[in-house]
C-alpha cells in the first residue's frame, strides 16, 4: 500500500502562503482603495492593491489613453476571492468617492457641466464629477435629434434627474436645462433696457457677429458693431470665452433677440477730429478730386472733406466746380460740419468772404432806385445782375402798364443796361424784385377818363377766343369782346377772321387786367335809340366811327421805357 507522498515546504514558503493568506483575508469588500496600474491588456487592467493582492479591473472602465503602467488609481473592491483574485471597479470608486457632490447636485436640482464622452444605445454616456452618466436622447434636446455624433467631445450642461446608489447608476437631462434657461431668458429679458452695459462672454461666433452671453440670455454683436475700424475676420480679434463689454443698442422683445456693441463704448477715431477741425473753424486744404456735385479737399494725410457746389460761391453757383477751381490748388476754407458716424467733413469756399446778403437792406432798400444789367431770362421774366453775386428779377408783369408781355425777351435783350424799382426782398431764395413800369407813371387814370362808358370806337381783330374776342384798341393795349357781346350769331371762329374791324362801344376800363371790356350789341343798341333829329345828327357819327387815338397818352410811359432801357451799353 503507497501512502501519499508527503511535500516538503520550507519556512520561507510558508510564510509567504500564510501572509498572502493574511493579506487577501484583510481586503475588504466595499471598500475604496488606491492601487497601481501593473498591467493593461486588451481585456483586464491589473492593479497593486498592495502587498501581493492584485485587483483585476474590466477594461472598458478606463478610457483609452487616459491611464498607463505606474499610475495611480482609485478602485472600489466588488468581491475577494483567494483564487481567482480581487474584483475591482474604478467606476463605482468614482460614484463613491463623489457621491456627495452628486447627492447634492440631486437634491439641489443644481445645474452641472457634463463632457459627451461616447454614443450608446438610446443615448449618450457623460462625464459627470469624474463618473460616467447617462443622458437619454429624449433628454439632449427638444425638438428632435437624429444623428448623435455632432455632441460627442462637446460639454453640456445637465441635471441630474435620477441615481441608483445599488447600481451605481445615473440618469442627466439637458431638456430641464434648457427650460431653466429660457424662464431665466425671458425675466431677463423683460428687464434690460436699450443703453444698459454688460461684462458678456462670447459663447459663439459666427462669420456675420458675435454671441455673447450677458447672464442668461445671449445677444448679437453684428461684425460693423465690434470696432471702429474695418474688420476682414472676426476669430483673429476673439475666441469662445472670451469676456467683453457690450451695450444694449437694440431689444426685439416679440422675437427676443437682443442687439449689442462693443464699439460703443469705445470713443469714435473721428471724435479727434470733430475737436481738430471745429465748425466754423478755418482750413487749408488742397484740391483733390473735381466732380460735376463739388470737390473734395485732402486736409491730411487720410482726411477729406466735401466742398459742394452751392457752397462755392454766393449767390448763383457755377455751372461746374472746374470753374474757379484745378486740382492740386490749395484754397481756404470753413468747416461746416463734422458727421462723426459717417466720418464726413462738409466744408464751405464762399464762407471765407462775407455774405453780401448779410446787409442787402441797407444796400437796396424797397423803392430805391437800382442800375443792372440783364444777363438771362426765363418763361415769366428777365434776371438782372446788380452786381456780382447779388441779382434782381422783373416779372413781365412789371414791364408795362399797357402791354401785355408774353415772352420777356421780346421786351428786353441780354446785355441790356436798364433802371429798375425795387419792389421786394427775398433774403431766403436771394432775389430782389424789380419793377419797370413803376418809374413810368400809371396811365389807365387817363385811359378811364377817355374811355367812359358808351364811348364808341373802331378796332381789329387780333384773337378769336372760346369765351370772346380780342381787339386792339391802341398800339397794345387791348379790348376784349364776350361772346354774349357780340353781334354775329353762330361760331365765332367762323362769323369773324382776323384783322377786320368792328364797331365797338366801351362797357368798362379794366387797368388790373391791362385791357378795356367792349361790347358790339351795345354800339347798335346806341344807334336804335336815336330817333330825334338831333339823335339823327350823332348818328351820322355814330355811323362812320373814328379810330381812337390814345397816342398823347402812352407816349409818355413809352418816352419813359425807352429812357430806362437804353442806358449805355
Do not use: C
Not at 321 to 335: A, C, F, I, K, T
Not at 384 to 389: F, N
Not at 543 to 560: F, H, T
Request: hydrophobic fraction near 40%; avoid cysteine; charged fraction near 35%.
Amino acid at each position: 500500500m503507497l501512502g501519499k507522498e508527503k511535500v516538503e515546504v520550507s519556512d520561507s514558503d510558508y510564510l509567504e502562503l500564510i501572509n498572502k493568506q493574511l493579506k487577501v483575508e484583510v481586503l475588504k469588500e466595499g471598500e475604496i482603495v488606491k492601487g497601481k496600474i501593473l498591467k493593461i491588456t486588451p481585456r483586464e487592467v491589473f492593479v497593486d492593491i498592495g502587498g501581493k493582492a492584485e485587483g483585476i479591473l474590466k477594461v472598458e472602465e478606463i478610457r483609452s489613453g487616459e491611464y498607463n503602467v505606474g499610475d495611480e488609481i482609485s478602485v472600489y473592491i466588488e468581491k475577494v476571492d483567494s483564487k481567482e483574485g480581487v474584483k475591482v471597479s474604478k467606476h463605482k470608486a468614482d460614484f463613491m468617492l463623489n457621491w456627495e457632490k452628486i447627492r447634492n447636485a440631486y437634491e439641489n436640482n443644481e445645474t452641472v457641466y457634463s463632457k459627451v464622452l461616447r454614443i450608446v444605445k438610446g443615448g449618450l454616456v457623460v462625464d459627470v464629477f469624474g463618473v460616467e452618466a447617462f443622458l437619454p436622447g429624449s433628454q439632449i434636446d427638444r425638438k428632435k435629434i437624429k444623428n448623435f455624433n455632432s455632441f460627442v467631445g462637446k460639454i453640456l450642461p445637465v441635471k441630474i434627474i435620477k441615481i441608483d446608489v445599488q447600481r451605481k447608476n445615473i440618469v442627466v437631462s439637458r431638456i430641464e436645462v434648457l427650460e431653466e434657461e429660457e424662464e431665466l431668458a425671458k425675466q431677463r429679458l423683460s428687464e434690460i433696457k436699450i443703453g444698459d452695459v454688460f461684462d458678456g462672454v462670447i459663447s459663439s461666433i459666427v462669420e456675420f457677429g458675435l454671441f455673447v452671453n450677458i447672464g442668461g440670455i445671449e445677444g448679437l454683436v453684428h461684425i460693423s458693431e465690434i470696432s471702429w475700424n474695418k474688420i476682414k475676420r472676426i476669430d483673429e480679434l476673439y475666441k469662445v470665452g472670451d469676456r467683453v463689454k457690450v451695450q444694449v443698442i437694440d431689444i426685439d422683445r416679440d422675437n427676443r433677440k437682443i442687439i449689442l456693441s462693443i464699439k460703443r463704448l469705445q470713443p469714435h477715431p473721428w471724435q479727434s477730429i470733430a475737436q481738430k477741425y471745429p465748425i466754423g473753424s478755418k482750413v487749408k486744404g488742397k484740391v483733390k478730386k473735381i466732380l460735376d456735385f463739388g470737390f473734395f479737399v485732402e486736409l491730411e494725410s487720410g482726411i477729406d472733406g466735401l466742398v459742394h457746389i452751392s457752397e462755392m460761391k454766393w449767390g448763383r453757383p457755377p455751372s461746374h466746380p472746374s470753374e474757379m477751381v484745378r486740382v492740386g490748388q490749395e484754397v481756404e476754407l470753413v468747416v461746416l460740419n463734422v458727421d462723426v458716424e459717417r466720418e464726413r467733413i462738409s466744408l464751405g469756399m464762399k464762407q471765407v468772404q462775407p455774405d453780401p446778403w448779410a446787409v442787402i437792406e441797407e444796400k437796396y432798400s424797397i423803392n430805391s432806385i437800382v442800375k443792372g444789367k440783364v444777363i438771362d431770362f426765363d418763361i415769366d421774366g428777365a434776371i438782372v445782375e446788380l452786381e456780382p453775386e447779388i441779382f434782381g428779377y422783373i416779372h413781365v408783369s412789371n414791364m408795362s402798364w399797357t402791354k401785355k408781355v408774353k415772352n420777356p425777351e421780346e421786351f428786353l435783350r441780354k446785355g441790356q443796361k436798364i433802371k429798375a424799382l425795387v419792389k421786394d426782398i427775398d433774403k431766403k431764395h436771394r432775389m430782389i424784385e424789380l419793377s419797370l413800369k413803376e418809374l413810368t407813371a400809371n396811365p389807365w387814370t387817363q385811359i378811364s377818363e377817355t374811355l367812359k362808358p358808351d364811348t364808341i370806337l373802331k378796332a381789329p381783330i387780333i384773337r378769336i377766343l372760346d369765351k370772346g374776342i380780342v381787339v386792339d384798341i391802341y398800339d397794345g393795349i387791348e379790348g376784349f369782346v364776350p361772346i354774349s357781346s357780340t353781334q354775329r350769331k353762330g361760331n365765332p371762329r367762323e362769323v369773324y377772321s382776323i384783322g377786320e374791324e368792328l364797331n365797338l362801344a366801351v362797357v368798362r376800363v379794366e387797368p388790373e387786367k391791362k385791357r378795356v371790356l367792349l361790347s358790339e350789341r351795345q354800339y347798335y343798341k346806341l344807334l336804335e335809340k336815336q330817333k330825334q333829329e338831333e339823335a339823327k345828327k350823332k348818328l351820322k357819327e355814330l355811323q362812320e366811327p373814328a379810330r381812337l387815338n390814345l397816342g398823347d397818352i402812352l407816349s409818355k410811359e413809352l418816352s419813359k421805357l425807352k429812357e430806362l432801357t437804353d442806358l449805355e451799353e
